[in-house]
């Protein structure tokens, strides 16, 4: 049980520390979780296709994939994102990465510190997610 605890520890310490490193480096201005946008609209098949991309890498060097999985690869801690793109839409699941607790009140993800891009593009990854 010791080390159970220890491992989820620290693993939110990676995740906790990945997102300071990143917001200490990219300093952004406090992002408001209504703000309604759809990125993957009114844009070129290949801007939007790398809008998906950028989302990817941004899920990928978050460490999302701790304790998220999609398709079977990633963590167990949190839900699957298989479907996620059909049970949400784009502001809500922009409204989650910002401020987790809109879902589950006890959750342990820390809210999204990215850039307003990065957002995006994670915003239009998950949302492909169908």
């Given at each position: ?25 990219n ?14 609209r ?61 879902l ?14 990065d ?12």
């Amino acid at each position: 049980m010791r080390w159970l605890t220890a491992c989820l520890l620290s693993c939110l310490l990676f995740v906790g520390c990945k997102h300071q490193t990143q917001t200490d480096a990219n300093p952004t201005p406090p992002r408001d979780a209504t703000v309604r946008r759809n990125p993957t609209r009114e844009q070129t098949p290949t801007k939007a296709a790398n809008l998906l991309e950028r989302g990817k890498r941004v899920y990928d060097e978050t460490g999302c994939a701790t304790c998220h999985a999609i398709g079977g690869i990633g963590g167990t801690i949190g839900p699957k994102l298989d479907g996620v793109g059909k049970k949400y839409d784009e502001a809500k699941l922009r409204q989650i990465l910002l401020k987790p607790t809109t879902l589950n009140p006890n959750t342990l993800m820390p809210a999204f510190e990215g850039s307003e891009e990065d957002l995006e593009a994670l915003v239009a990854y998950l949302k492909s997610l169908r």
